[in-house]
T-cell receptor
Framework: DAEITQSPRHKITETGRQVTLACHQT?????MFWYRQDLGHGLRLIHY???????NKGEVSDGYSVSRSNTEDLPLTLESAASSQTSVYFC????????????FGPGTRLTVL | QQPVQSPQAVILREGEDAVINCSSS?????VHWYRQKHGEAPVFLMI?????EQKGHEKISASFNEKKQQSSLYLTASQLSYSGTYFC???????????????FGRGTQLTVWP
């Protein structure tokens, strides 16, 4: 069955370190998204991509970067982790088109000490 | 552009009904509804499109008022499994086209007791 996976599921890192979170989908979806979820804020968009080599900033993109070299993967990199980036991160994908429902990965819980 | 959800929290007895509202200040192409259980990923429930089309869960209904940019999710005869946090996601029109990205509300926490 097609799916979307994230790794690692849990990560503890130190302030200032570079961290990369992986997202892999097997639906062949063009659209992929990264969100962070914090208590009281809902889901906030970090970066998104409409296809290979396309990336766009969301509303909370500072300190994060993405690259899309193939259809299946959209890794999220924290260039220099900060305590404010402690959060749960969700990756999602969608086919595009009129309905465009998003399918979410299981999430990565990141703690920055 | 974040939509506003209300109420923030609802507590129900099994079998009771609930309505969750979502309001946007922008012209919308679509409204999505998702449910998230504690420690899990959000799961798609329903999408409502401008023009009246909709697609989603059999047992859940929703409406979309295009003039007011408001949507409501109707949970009738609630079951214990309905407990969770409900999010609306709105897809605005931007200069005549849609962007394919969503703005999510802060969520409505629904608790159903036996």
């Amino acid at each position: 069955d097609a799916e979307i996976t994230q790794s690692p599921r849990h990560k503890i890192t130190e302030t200032g370190r570079q961290v990369t979170l992986a997202c892999h989908q097997t639906w062949n979806h063009n659209n992929m998204f990264w969100y962070r979820q914090d208590l009281g804020h809902g889901l906030r968009l970090i970066h998104y991509s409409y296809g290979v080599h396309d990336t766009n900033k969301g509303e909370v993109s500072d300190g994060y970067s993405v690259s899309r070299s193939n259809t299946e993967d959209l890794p999220l990199t924290l260039e220099s982790a900060a305590s404010s980036q402690t959060s749960v991160y969700f990756c999602a994908s969608s086919e595009g088109g009129p309905y465009n429902e998003q399918f979410f990965g299981p999430g990565t819980r990141l703690t920055v000490l | 552009q974040q939509p506003v959800q209300s109420p923030q929290a609802v507590i129900l007895r099994e079998g009771e009904d609930a309505v969750i509202n979502c309001s946007s200040s922008k012209a919308l192409y679509s409204v999505h509804w998702y449910r998230q259980k504690h420690g899990e990923a959000p799961v798609f429930l329903m999408i409502l499109l401008k023009g009246g089309e909709q697609k989603g869960h059999e047992k859940i209904s929703a409406s979309f008022n295009e003039k007011k940019q408001q949507s409501s999710l109707y949970l009738t005869a609630s079951q214990l499994s309905y407990s969770g946090t409900y999010f609306c996601g709105t897809e605005p029109f931007d200069r005549g086209s849609t962007l394919g990205r969503l703005y999510f509300g802060r969520g409505t926490q629904l608790t159903v007791w036996p």
